[in-house]
């Protein structure tokens, strides 16, 4: 676990010297020919938020953050953004698919899992994953796993708010499996009690499309 959030570039391999007209060739067929293995890539870290809680001073005034801090957010904020705008510029759709994932799940699993998502929506989005300290091995490792997920609630809401407000996104398409959706979930109840508090909506505040909860970790009621 990390006080601190970052974001970055990975990029998947599909396959071994596969040429893109057999990938797609294999990608269609009924029964492949040949296996297609995916493998992690080149992972590059482009920005980092700064740690929270943030640091804050105490003036007669009151309390409030530490004017570098603030800074520094907005920067790196900005940074992602930027991010997310390049690759939008060349996405035939103006919109982004994120995914998050369960327990028991390292980056790399997440990221080849992403990667898959992607592929076979068509590759017409930006993709993108949020990950969280996942995969704690041992009998107590879910124990572990739900606490990191409930821990990483803060950071999803803020990724979800900055992805949706980026200018030019038309859409922000949500995908969460297991453990994730309830992580997913609860982010988006927060953004819901803040559009609301706006007075607007999810859909028009943060531009947030379909949600799809994959094998949910969440209780029926």
Not at 88 to 116: D, N, W, Y
Request: aromatic share 8%.
């Amino acid at each position: 676990r990390s006080r601190s959030m970052a974001f970055g570039s990975a990029t998947i391999q599909f396959g071994e010297n596969l040429s893109w007209d057999e990938l797609v060739k294999e990608s269609t067929a009924t029964q492949r020919a040949r296996p297609v293995q995916l493998k992690l890539g080149p992972t590059t870290e482009r920005g980092r938020f700064p740690a929270t809680p943030f640091e804050v001073v105490i003036a007669p005034d009151g309390v409030r953050r530490v004017p570098a801090v603030v800074e520094a957010y907005e920067q790196a904020k900005h940074q992602l953004q930027a991010e997310i705008a390049s690759r939008l510029a060349i996405a035939r759709r103006k919109e982004v698919v994120l995914f998050v994932h369960g327990s028991h799940t390292s980056f790399e699993q997440a990221a080849l899992s992403m990667g898959e998502l992607c592929h076979f929506l068509g590759r017409d989005f930006v993709c993108a994953m949020f990950t969280w300290p996942a995969g704690r091995p041992g009998i107590f490792g879910y124990a572990f796993d739900r606490e990191s997920s409930e821990y990483a609630v803060e950071d999803l809401l803020k990724t979800i708010r900055i992805i949706g407000q980026t200018p030019g996104v038309e859409r922000i398409h949500l995908i969460a499996h297991s453990r994730g959706t309830d992580t997913l979930t609860s982010a988006l109840a927060a953004l819901g009690a803040e559009a609301y508090g706006l007075q607007s909506s999810p859909d028009r505040e943060f531009h947030i499309g379909n949600v799809v909860l994959v094998a949910p970790d969440l209780d029926g009621d």
